[in-house]
């Protein structure tokens, strides 16, 4: 032992530290005083080694506690500041919206936006399960139209070009739910009267080129019949005919011949066959949504501007999932579009229309309904006879009382205004600019495109400002899926401005007193003025 040395006997204190050993100090001595006395320091493992054998441990019973004790013992309750994530049957947050999966109810609320023709949007309050024709007759109301007749709501996709008119049956917060959040697509508010104008004219819509050659028609059942019969059970024909398609990742369009059937859509691998080694599937009609493709010249470089695209319901707004089509002409791609929302839709699109036409019975009034009648169904009468009326049946003949009747009314209504007690102002010249088929001053082509976007029925017009003569204005009228367009002259009279379109045989006061008269009496036109082409502003 050396000096100053201490003799340590046995231990006196132990202490634990981290880790799977202890430090042993003996005699109870600090660290300070080791460090400074120089005392020894030795590790010793926690569990020390023992020779009495380990015993397991044996369960006890715990006393429970009662009520009171444990109100004593327990801390004091914190109101839970967010119920709503403990209770979600009293909540307003819907289950799963937290983590990305939104579930609704038919009962759940959202703000659809939808927008006008004049950039213009509104906001609207709907209830789940709204569907297009709701949104509609809720816009209606509130923009307070004057009509409830063929309006439609378009889902846009500004950036890829692509428009579609829903169906009245389409619930729009489902299909809001699909667009991409930081996307551009937005709904639109327009008139679309060619929405079952297929059912009024279904030949104008098939033709006999395109028609599928089934076993119907070479029974000697005509094509008119067959599409009538088959329309009315909720289907179409099978349609056949060339397309020009884009390849996929490629700018080049190819001439391609496609089969439109309830199982899908085929192409031919060789020319026009139809033997099943030669058909090709390309799509299933149940998963897809087909648009109509606008500026399809400048975007997708096509050979024409009568384009149109398949496109997934379920993908967002992505160029690369686009199956681009191109027609040769407007009747082809209108007559492809039709046959597509037949197939998908059935019988659907069939209720629809028979329920459109329903609630335009209901507020069309007996008056109006008269003159909603069919071209066909008119006939010429001559009332000059002290007999009583009788059916003109020479088609000459009836065509000269038209004419005559025609400037009859033409004399009588100048008359009228030029009277010494007439009003000055009862009919200002102006009025036109407050009618809903004026334009103003939009050039040709926009008037064509207006056009189109509502339809291109017969007898869709409207009225514009001529850019390239002055004080002059153009009728644009639509006939058989292709815009005409009509120049009026004004011109003076006994000191009174006056309005023409056949060099002064029938002149008018305004063209308020214009487009009257060709509503009634077709003149010089392919067909009488029916609906007018209106913007709306929400």
Known sequence: MLPGQRHISKPSRLMEVDGLCAEVFEGGVGSDDLVCHGSTLSLTPLIPHTSTPLRRSVPQDVPRRTKKENKATQAPSIPNPFPELCSPSQSPVQIGSLVGKSVTSEKDRHVVRVYGEDTLGRSLCVLSGATARDVCHMLVQTAHCSDEESWALVELHPSLGLERCLEDHERVIDLQSSWPVDGTTKFLFRKNYAKYEFFKKPMLFFPESMISDSADVSKGVSSSDLVQTLLQAGTCPEIQGFLYVREAGRKAWKRVYYFLRRSGLYCSTKGSSKEPRHLQYVADLADLNIYTVTNSRKLYTAPSEHTFCFKSCSDGARSQDMKLFCAENEQTK???????????????????????????????????????????????????GKSGGRVIQNPKEAENAEQEEGQAWRKREALRYTLPNAPPGSRPSSVHQTQPWFHGGVSRCEAQRLIEEQGQVDGMFLIRESRQHGQCYVLSLCYKLKTKHYLVIPFEEAGRTYYTMDDGETIFIDLLQLVEFYQINRGILPVRLKHPCVRVAL
């Open 334 to 384: 209108t007559c492809w579009i039709t046959a597509f929302r037949l197939f998908k839709y059935g019988k659907q699109l069939h209720s629809n229309y028979q329920l459109s036409q329903s609630g335009v019975r209901q507020q069309v009034s007996p008056r109006d309904a008269k003159g909603r009648e069919d071209e066909d169904s008119l006939v010429a009468m001559d009332f000059t």
